[in-house]
């Protein structure tokens, strides 16, 4: 009977602890995984080219979001689904940018240009566009990535 409890306490012991993932405001947990937060504007007068939702994301300690895998993805997206059926269909920028005729994340990596969260026919080749920047966008029940040139819209999304 001593070895039993002994046992159960050493197994007891050894499992490992799953903390939740602790974001500072105004950032949320995704997946328990990443800290996120969406700012989506229902006012034309509050409308952000790519630099300023970018400044505003480095004001809160963070910087535009880095979609770069499914789960990411799905997660923000799901995120973005919770909003008011209005918002959650609204383009928001996030972090890919192609200044020079590279697409490039805001930490300097590059971006895949085969990946599967482009929408078909993008990204557009930036050598005939000039500037081109990163939105989310919804098509057909799903969000991909397209490329845009710097206008304003009501939404980005941000990530420490």
Not at 28 to 51: F, G, P, Q
Not at 83 to 112: H, I, Q
Not at 134 to 149: E, G
Request: some cysteine.
């Amino acid at each position: 009977m001593h070895m039993t409890a002994l046992t159960v306490a050493l197994v007891v012991a050894a499992l490992p602890t799953i903390q939740a993932l602790s974001c500072s405001a105004p950032f949320k947990a995704l997946a328990n995984k990443w800290c996120v937060v969406a700012i989506i504007n229902r006012s034309n007068s509050s409308l952000h080219s790519w630099d300023s939702a970018r400044s505003d994301c480095q004001n809160h300690g963070g910087d535009l979001i880095i979609l770069e895998d499914h789960d990411k993805m799905r997660a923000v997206s799901n995120y973005l689904d919770s909003f008011a059926e209005r918002l959650s269909t609204y383009p928001c920028w996030v972090g890919g940018n192609n200044f020079s005729g590279v697409w490039k994340w805001v930490d300097g990596r590059p971006m895949s240009q085969l990946s599967h969260l482009w929408a078909p026919e993008e990204p557009v080749n930036s050598s005939t566009q000039g500037t081109l920047y990163t939105l989310l966008v919804r098509m057909r029940k799903r969000r991909y990535m397209v490329s845009a040139s710097d206008y304003t819209i009501p939404g980005y999304i941000c990530e420490t």
